[in-house]
């Protein structure tokens, strides 16, 4: 079965620091993608970044980047200067190619702090 | 960024009442509709996968005389919860998955609150 775990319920930074979410994933499958997604208060689920499994190079969007370690099954968000909005639950996910769904971690609630 | 637009945001509803939830992908055709279930902190919890013009499949545990999905078009998706009770009351979300440029991705509508009384 394919699982994400999110070993970091609560994680809370001081704005302008840079902070990681740690997010390990378990599949047999070699073909997939890999995505993170914030929640803010609003509840609206936003798509910060997805990775393609096949690509070695880690994918960036803005502040935020991703450390893939395919073989270590890791793929861990680093946000850069972070700012008050990026307070929010995030989540990690994954799904594999041809399949039809996602498979979601627990969530990490992140809150930057004044 | 693809528009998923859900109505209502927020419903309250008295116990045994049926209510119906609508979620439209705005700029993109939906190859496949989700709808999700998340109760506080906690993650999504997935509830049902539709394609359009066929019936949807339940996940386990998700009573599907209870949780009426209806995907009629490229666009729409509904999910009607039948006589509903206070134990309904959640945060529901609707997902769809489209090609916009050269990727396949899923977003997600705003949720809608659903509270029983």
């Known amino acids: 079965a394919q699982t994400v775990t999110q070993s970091q319920p609560e994680m809370s930074v001081q704005e302008a620091e840079t902070v990681t979410l740690s997010c390990t994933y378990d599949?047999?499958?070699?073909?997939?993608?890999l995505f993170w997604y914030k929640q803010p208060p609003s509840r609206q689920m936003i798509l910060v970044i997805r990775?393609?499994?096949?690509?070695?190079q880690n994918a960036t969007e803005n502040r935020f980047s991703v450390n893939f370690q395919k073989a270590a099954k890791s793929f861990s968000l680093k946000i850069s200067d972070s700012q008050l909005g990026d307070t929010a639950m995030y989540f990690c996910a994954f799904i594999i190619q041809g399949a039809q769904k996602l498979v979601f971690g627990q969530g990490t609630r992140l809150t930057i702090n004044p | 960024g693809a528009v998923v637009s859900q109505h209502p945001s927020r419903v309250i509803c008295k116990s045994g009442t049926s209510v119906k939830i609508e979620c439209r992908s705005l700029d993109f055709q939906a190859t496949t509709m989700f709808w999700y279930r998340q109760f506080p902190k906690q993650s999504l919890m997935l509830m049902a996968t539709s394609n359009e013009g066929s019936k949807a499949t339940y996940e386990q545990g998700v009573e599907k005389d209870k949780f009426l999905i209806n995907h009629a078009s490229l666009t729409l998706s509904t999910l009607t919860v039948t006589s509903a009770h206070p134990e309904d009351s959640s945060f529901y979300i609707c997902?769809?998955?489209?090609?916009?440029?050269?990727?396949?991705?899923?977003?997600f509508g705003p949720g809608t609150r659903l509270l029983v009384l």
């Open positions: 990775q393609e499994a096949y690509k070695q």
């Open positions: 599949t047999s499958e070699n073909n997939y993608y």
């Open positions: 997902s769809a998955r489209g090609r916009t440029g050269l990727q396949e991705t899923q977003y």
